[in-house]
């Protein structure tokens, strides 16, 4: 049975965490808007960009000069698995299940005799894939620097996984992140990047019959390269609301915990004080009549 | 005919203008060119330079590194990479991407050094023009 004055301590320090727990969602939700804004302000870009793109890739496909980042190296034997996770824990099982993911998907590229390369951004998920895949590990990427998630961080990914692509180190690039659906649920999504693929964006009939300078191939080339950015600025977008989505919710479960684990104390503590002074009146009565 | 059309300036992180305009100059790979209500739709790459967009009677000038525009009938977009309003350019922004610019002449390889001296010398105009406002 332990003390009153231990389980006066313990409920303060159990006030004080679910203080902490509560600060943190509230910083969430505020970072998460935030975070939310940013996804909606890169979406009309992306999808112009999407759908520029898919025009251009229906016409150049099967086309033999396509540019190798639409048709592949024709080759998937090495495949480049980008891992974008959080800089920071405490969001839940959010950095786990991209992790979990990229796991499952590397394994299976090895059963079937690939060779696996993997490159992270963000600390959490190195730190995980560091135990049993650390010699899969090409680079990784600190995130832990920047304050506002911009397009040149993006960039400055999608041209080291380009400048890999050119000297032929992989294959095949498929990206990792989580899909941001709502505060509750971000699904773990895996993209391929390289060679690029256009789905869903079916045929666009009412497109006028543009004309293009310069010709379309020179221009598929031309944009290939900052569509693989766009989709990795996206992907991080996400990612970044999935991961403030992640920790509310956290943070608002950790709250509740607390205070259900205050009331079960309270309870305990009022029992005990009650217990003493009953112990205490039975020793003065006992007394008083033994006189 | 419509005396203006929609203009939409796009950058990867946000809309950056959009109003009904009645022409807009744009940089594209093969020269300057003006659209104005009911080109024929058109379909160009950037190269790093000035848009000027006329909506209102007002005149604004963005400097844009790359990107491409999509020229409608009705509509005109411009997904640019990055994109500054003229006034806000400076001379050491400019040195700065022409330094980086030059720089990767010298790293790339052999078939790809000619578009990118175009484009180092594009930034090199654009910057002369901004040192002479």
């Known amino acids: 049975m332990p003390s009153l004055k231990d389980l006066k301590n313990r409920i303060d320090s159990v006030k004080n965490t679910r203080k902490i727990t509560k600060a943190m969602q509230m910083v969430a939700a505020a970072k998460l808007r935030r975070a939310q804004e940013a996804a909606e302000a890169a979406r009309p870009y992306a999808e112009r960009m999407d759908a520029v793109l898919g025009n251009l890739a229906r016409s150049a496909a099967g086309s033999p000069t396509a540019p190798l980042l639409l048709r592949g190296t024709g080759r998937d034997d090495v495949h480049l698995l980008i891992v974008a996770t959080a800089e920071r824990g405490l969001c839940g099982g959010f950095n786990s299940s991209i992790v979990k993911l990229a796991r499952i998907h590397a394994q299976k590229l090895l059963d079937a005799g690939k060779t696996v390369k993997i490159l992270t951004i963000?600390?959490?998920?190195?730190?995980?894939?560091?135990?049993?895949?650390?010699?899969?590990?090409?680079?990784?990427?600190?995130?832990?620097?920047?304050k506002k998630l911009g397009y040149t961080n993006a960039h400055d990914v999608a041209d080291d996984v380009l400048a890999r692509f050119t000297a032929e180190?992989?294959?095949?690039?498929?990206?990792?992140?989580?899909?941001?659906?709502?505060?509750?649920?971000?699904?773990?999504?895996?993209?391929?990047?390289?060679?690029?693929?256009?789905?869903?964006a079916a045929a666009d009939d009412t497109a006028p019959n543009y004309e293009y300078e310069p010709s379309e191939e020179e221009i598929l080339a031309d944009l290939l390269p900052r569509s693989v950015a766009t989709q990795i600025f996206r992907a991080l977008l996400e990612n970044a609301a999935s991961e403030q989505g992640a920790r509310m919710s956290a943070m608002d479960n950790a709250s509740r915990n607390a205070s259900e684990m205050i009331d079960k104390l309270t309870i305990q503590y009022n029992r005990s004080r009650q217990a003493a002074i009953t112990t205490e009146l039975i020793e003065i009565i006992a007394g008083a009549e033994a006189l | 005919m419509a005396d203006t059309m929609q203009f939409d300036l796009v950058s990867p992180e946000r809309k950056l203008m959009s109003v009904e305009a009645t022409s807009v100059v744009v940089p594209g790979h093969e020269g300057e060119f003006t659209a104005m209500p009911g080109h024929a739709p058109?379909?160009?790459?950037?190269?790093p330079g000035f848009v000027l967009v006329t909506a209102e009677g007002k005149e604004t000038e963005f400097f844009v590194t790359g990107g491409f525009a999509e020229v409608s009938e009705t509509a005109i977009t411009i997904l640019a990479?990055?994109?500054?309003?003229?006034?806000?350019?400076?001379?050491?922004?400019?040195?700065?991407?022409?330094?980086?610019?030059?720089?990767?002449?010298?790293?790339?390889a052999e078939h790809h050094r000619p578009a990118l001296a175009q484009r180092a010398n594009d930034l090199r105009f654009a910057r002369d023009q901004v040192a002479n406002d």
């Open chain 1, 122 to 146: 963000g600390k959490k998920g190195r730190d995980q894939l560091r135990r049993d895949w650390s010699k899969h590990f090409v680079g990784h990427v600190d995130m832990s620097e920047v």
């Open chain 1, 169 to 200: 180190e992989f294959d095949v690039a498929t990206i990792f992140y989580s899909e941001f659906q709502s505060v509750m649920t971000q699904v773990p999504t895996a993209l391929q990047l390289i060679p690029a693929k256009f789905d869903g």
């Open chain 2, 42 to 47: 058109f379909f160009s790459t950037l190269r």
């Open chain 2, 81 to 108: 990479e990055t994109s500054v309003p003229r006034g806000e350019v400076t001379r050491e922004h400019m040195d700065d991407l022409l330094a980086v610019a030059e720089d990767g002449i010298q790293k790339a």
